[in-house]
């Protein structure tokens, strides 16, 4: 059975040389988290692909709680609402819109229409 | 398909909050070349060139509007295939950073935050093989992404590159 490591991607935020981040900052609501990287410290920690919305996702190592996963699609979601309900892979939205039809409408990640051009 | 790289050696991002027009150079964005273009974004690259503290919030985000008759791109800034190889695509996709109608940063679909300081400081992200991140087409808001500052913080000097593979 295949890993869930095999998804990881990579992230480092290197202020080595740097006064780096104030506590919190870059925290916007909405958003997603960026690492917390203050004055002399070299943060290097995976990442992960939403499969539903295709947003990337710091995994932070010292939290705790596992992270957002689909059973359907065997995938990392990200925490918010819609990824974490339903079952909506990104890579099936592609291959259905490279099936369709000229002039057929699919709905797009954030709901709004996905027109293929005829 | 090949690999490409969009690269801005030096640029001062210029932070705007969501749904607003972005101000040319402040910004570096990529749109697909064609409606069925599919981008693959494998790596974002970010080195700071701020000779004061610049703790900047930067975000890859989806655009909710897309440009519309964008600038060819400056001094210092190409968009380049990595092998020197690789045949020209019908429909290349589109590297720009200046525009007639400016783009703006979709509310929801914020995908990437690499806040770093640009004095000194080097971020760089890096997805999994089969992990990338997908843009479609060239409409909003799937078919244009772009790497900007949110509004907060000190803006800096910085350099740039994202590597992508179109399909």
């Known amino acids: 059975m295949p890993s869930l490591r095999r998804q990881e991607g990579y992230l480092s935020v290197d202020h080595r040389d740097s006064p780096g981040l104030p506590r919190g900052f870059g925290f916007v609501p909405g958003k997603p988290l960026p690492p917390s990287a203050p004055k002399g410290v070299h943060v290097e920690s995976p990442t992960y692909t939403c499969a539903h919305c295709g947003a990337i996702v710091w995994m932070d ?18 925490p918010t609402p819609a990824c974490s309900l339903d079952c909506r892979p990104l890579m099936k939205l592609l291959e259905q819109f490279d099936k369709a039809a000229p ?8 709901g709004r229409p996905l027109r293929k051009a005829g | 398909m090949a690999l490409l790289s969009a690269k801005s050696a030096t640029w001062t991002p210029v932070a ?30 970010e080195g700071g060139q ?19 008759t964008p600038t060819a791109l400056g001094a210092g800034q190409s968009l380049a295939a990595l092998d020197p190889a690789s045949a020209a695509l019908a429909a290349p996709p589109i590297y720009f950073t200046a525009s007639t109608t400016k783009p703006q940063r979709s509310a929801t679909l914020g995908l990437l935050n690499l806040s770093f300081n640009a004095w000194g400081g080097v971020v760089c992200w890096k997805s999994a ?11 909003a808001s799937f078919g244009e992404a772009s ?9 800096g000097l910085m350099g740039s590159h994202i590597i992508f593979e179109p399909r």
């Open chain 1, 103 to 110: 002039n057929t409408v699919l709905v797009g990640p954030d």
């Open chain 2, 129 to 139: 093989q089969g992990e990338e991140l997908l843009m479609l087409g060239n409409t």
């Open chain 1, 61 to 78: 190592p010292l939290r705790t709680r596992p992270h957002e996963y689909c059973a359907r699609c065997d995938h990392y979601v990200c």
């Open chain 2, 16 to 45: 705007v909050a969501d749904t607003v027009n972005y101000t040319d150079n402040g910004y570096v964005a990529l749109i697909g070349g064609s409606t069925t273009q599919v981008l693959k974004i494998s790596e974002i690259y």
């Open chain 2, 50 to 68: 701020a000779s004061v503290t610049s703790p900047m919030i930067m975000l890859f985000s989806r655009d909710s509007t897309i440009e519309i």
């Open chain 2, 147 to 155: 790497l900007s500052a949110y509004t907060g913080g000190t803006m």
